[in-house]
């Protein structure tokens, strides 16, 4: 009672500089509210989804400043019009910035430069001139980039701005630390100091584990450009978000009531300690939902009885309050031997997201069986992963389980050689995608 009172307290709305300042919205669910008893199973398994949603911003005089280091590889492979359409894109970028935002230009191939050292953007003319002279040439240090680019990012780091790198490659890193596994500790490291890395591919040459892997690792974006004429659009779509950030440095404690078993995150970086699961998220934007689902096993109580399954708890830094806001929230399951009750009981939305992530995982699933070379295996995983995504479909209607079936079928004949270059990139930015409920694309829509 305690909790849902404290939860209530902080729903109210309050007053800034006289204009109403809203907060982030924390929603708790299962995927089965109701749980069917009959059987012998003492215990079953469950799904909790952990939701929050960003409020929204009504105007850009309410957004806060932005910290950016804009990265962009100019080795030998980017020669021609990659680079042009590059410095195109960041040049329009820095357009839509204000006078009061940092900006930084950093330019890597066998070695980095920063062309552009971290200061606020107000002399668009000087910064743009800077832009129009790289030139491409030699190999790719990427990890050395990145690290530059943080460091410029460092000079004007402030809780109150919003602090990223993005950077642009299209190359495999060939100069300095260059595994997945290291780029992912650089994230990991970075996201610490509330440094996020949005991370683009262009084209086919790209390493997509260490790209994917940076980005989530660091609670940015990734996406594949197929064609560099998309990387303004690219451009765009990333700006949009850098400039709705609404929350900072989010931090997620689920606490499952005794009893309850926690399995494990679907797709998600968690710590999961005895009966806590612990999420950290970066950042998230206006009217952005971002969810997490906690796959769990819950003993079955008999018919007409209900539990606690947790309670769960959000601080973050809200970006137009400058203060730390606390939401609270609990979900309980009932418990039943009325097969029909249990359907009726199904949030729809709330079963399909949840699908989508187990969906996402057999996916992974059959990304690894492809790089195994087993392709026959790969196929079946991804067929079947279409024939489960289309019974929830026909079951619940929702129509991104048929777009994901549509995905699994498409993916399954695409496996051959030819066509894997292409095809497993756009696996890895889909289940990137499904992961972290990043919706646009560096591909032209259809």
Not at 53 to 67: A, H, M, P, Y
Not at 81 to 97: F, G, M, N, S
Not at 410 to 416: G, H, M, R
Request: aromatic share 4%; hydrophobic share 40%; with cysteine.
């Amino acid at each position: 009672m305690k909790l849902q009172l404290f939860a209530a307290m902080l729903a109210v709305t309050m007053l800034v500089d006289g204009v109403q300042a809203k907060q982030v919205k924390l929603d708790v669910a299962l995927a089965h509210p109701v749980m069917v008893t009959t059987g012998s199973k003492a215990r079953a398994e469950n799904h909790l989804r952990i939701g929050l949603t960003g409020f929204e911003l009504t105007s850009d005089k309410q957004r806060k400043s932005v910290n950016v280091a804009i990265v962009i590889d100019k080795s030998g492979s980017m020669q021609g019009p990659k680079i042009e359409q590059a410095k195109q894109a960041a040049v329009q970028a820095v357009d839509r910035l204000s006078d009061a935002d940092i900006v930084s230009i950093v330019v890597y191939d066998s070695s980095v430069e920063v062309i552009v050292p971290a200061t606020k953007a107000s002399d668009r003319r000087e910064i743009k001139e800077k832009i129009a002279r790289i030139q491409a040439s030699g190999n790719t240090a990427l990890f050395a980039g990145v690290s530059k680019g943080a460091a410029e990012v460092r000079k004007f780091i402030d809780d109150k701005r919003v602090n990223r790198v993005i950077l642009l490659s299209d190359g495999l890193a060939n100069v300095g630390p260059a595994s997945p596994s290291e780029l992912e500790q650089l994230g990991l490291s970075l996201i610490k100091e509330g440094i996020t890395v949005t991370t683009m591919g262009l084209g086919l040459g790209y390493n997509e584990d260490l790209m994917t892997k940076l980005a989530m690792a660091s609670s940015g974006n990734h996406v594949f450009i197929e064609d560099a004429e998309n990387l303004a659009r690219v451009f765009q779509n990333e700006f949009d978000d850098v400039l709705s950030v609404v929350a900072q440095k989010i931090h997620i404690v689920a606490k499952l009531a005794e009893g309850i078993r926690p399995v494990k995150v679907l797709n998600n970086a968690a710590e999961i300690a005895g009966q806590t699961v612990t999420i950290d998220l970066g950042q998230l934007y206006s009217r952005q939902e971002r969810y997490f689902v906690v796959e769990v096993e819950i003993p079955l109580g008999s018919p007409g009885s209900t539990r606690t399954v947790a309670e769960v708890t959000a601080e973050y830094t809200n970006m137009i309050t400058e203060t730390t806001d606390r939401l609270a929230s609990s979900v309980q399951v009932r418990f039943s031997d009325n097969e029909k009750l249990a359907e009726q009981a199904i949030n729809k939305d709330i079963l399909a997201s949840c699908i989508i992530q187990v969906a996402n995982e057999r996916n992974r699933l059959a990304t690894q069986l492809r790089d195994a070379g087993d392709i026959e295996a790969a196929k079946k995983e991804l067929t079947d992963n279409a024939a489960y995504l289309d019974s929830y479909f026909n079951k619940l209607g929702v129509e991104e389980l048929k777009e994901r079936r549509t995905r699994n079928s498409l993916q399954a004949e695409n496996l051959s050689r030819e066509k894997w270059s292409a095809g497993r990139k756009l696996m890895l930015e889909q289940q990137f995608g499904d992961s972290v409920q990043q919706t646009y694309s560096g591909r032209e829509p259809k």
